[in-house]
């Protein structure tokens, strides 16, 4: 069999410059990034790539506020009106003069920080890291606590996943 020059000084170049391999490798990661959209590396663990991916993009919608979707306006126009039905025989107050529209983007805001937030405790539970000595109770007390906010989180993100491009 035939040995390819190639590979042979791939190898060589591998094994006494191991950082330009690093950097040959995340310039074709960055090339595979901006064809395909994703790179061969990402797919060794999908589920962070993604969930860091969704957090960054669900916090420039947020900033840029391109729309409110109509499941929040519809929420905040029966909020609107079952506030003034309690408020009628009351006087009026601060939040009687909110408009339909900012009631509906703080909902919309509101569910975009639960996204965010339940992402980031996926994160966080991925990272946790148990070391000899610490009381494992603590350690799984706080994981059910982030597994319950990562669930919020993607109820909250199929329930709206629809809205998410206004």
């Not at 310039?27 to 957090?55: N, P, Q, T």
């Not at 009026?92 to 408009?99: A, F, G, L, N, V």
Request: glycine letters at 4%.
């Amino acid at each position: 069999m035939k040995k390819n020059p190639g590979r042979l000084y791939l190898r060589l170049v591998r094994r006494l410059f191991p950082e330009i391999m690093e950097v040959i490798d995340w310039v074709v990661s960055f090339l595979e990034r901006g064809y395909y959209g994703w790179s061969k590396r990402d797919c060794y663990s999908a589920d962070i790539y993604l969930a860091r991916i969704i957090v960054e993009i669900v916090k420039w919608l947020k900033k840029k506020k391109q729309g409110v979707p109509h499941d929040f306006v519809m929420k905040a126009a029966e909020l609107r009106i079952a506030r003034l039905a309690d408020n009628a025989a009351r006087e009026m107050t601060e939040k009687d003069t909110e408009t339909v529209l900012d009631i509906a983007v703080d909902l919309y805001d509101k569910t975009l920080d639960d996204i965010v937030e339940g992402l980031q405790a996926y994160l966080q539970m991925m990272d946790l890291d148990w070391k000899p000595g610490e009381d494992i109770n603590v350690m799984i007390l706080q994981s059910h606590q982030l597994e319950r906010k990562f669930r919020k989180s993607m109820l909250l993100l199929t329930r709206y996943f629809r809205s998410l491009g206004i």
